[in-house]
């Protein structure tokens, strides 16, 4: 590396290192991890689920919840579901083909098959960088492992996730390299998490 690049590199992370010393003075929490919601079963775009209309095959199928939050529904076009609960969008097409007179007493099901709404990135020293699916239980750990695992030059030990928690931005550092040996406590991952894992400074 030349030394102008290495220059940068360490520039850059001296200002990673101060911009974590600033937040910590603000009062931002870096050693105590929030744990990631558990009930947060709301859909969004990508989501994929499917819908059972009890009696009615011709309605009953998979759909994918659109950019702008909908889902293209037999007789009833566009029917907004981002953000809603399952149950609730079952309910919402019961009322719908109730009241536009299409079936008398509906019984409508929705089951999700995939929540693709709910990501996380894992950028930096990884061998493939990018945003993967949030799948129940995943790790720090596991998260750089879909992401192809470390790079020749990663900073194993210095890892940090950043996460939004309500209106506060929480950065916290994940030793890898001690997780793995044991030594040290993996951390669940949650929708929307940042994973940086920086380079060696030397």
Not at 54 to 73: K, R
Not at 100 to 127: C, F, I, Q, T
Not at 177 to 183: I, M, P
Not at 187 to 192: L, R, S, T
Request: hydrophobic residues 45%; negative net charge; proline residues 6%.
């Amino acid at each position: 590396m030349a030394w102008s690049a290495r220059l940068l590199l360490i520039t850059s992370l001296l200002l990673l290192a101060f911009g974590f010393s600033a937040c910590s003075k603000r009062g931002v929490q870096v050693t105590e991890v929030p744990p990631p919601a558990t009930d947060d079963t709301t859909l969004g775009p990508g989501d994929v689920f499917s819908v059972r209309v009890y009696g009615e095959e011709a309605m009953t199928g998979s759909h994918q919840v659109a950019p702008d939050g909908t889902i293209n529904f037999p007789l009833l076009g566009a029917i907004q579901v981002n953000g809603f609960e399952p149950t609730e969008v079952a309910e919402k097409i019961q009322r719908e083909l109730k009241e536009r007179d299409l079936m008398r007493n509906p019984h409508v099901s929705v089951y999700v098959e995939e929540y693709a709404s709910k990501r996380v990135s894992v950028v930096g020293a990884v061998a493939n960088p990018g945003t993967f699916p949030l799948e129940p239980g995943m790790t720090v750990v596991q998260a750089i492992s879909m992401a192809g695992g470390f790079s020749s030059l990663a900073d194993r030990d210095a890892t940090v996730v950043t996460r939004r928690v309500d209106e506060e931005i929480i950065r916290y550092r994940v030793p890898v390299a001690r997780v793995t040996k044991g030594q040290a406590e993996d951390i669940e991952v949650a929708a929307g998490d940042i994973i940086f894992v920086p380079e060696r400074l030397f």
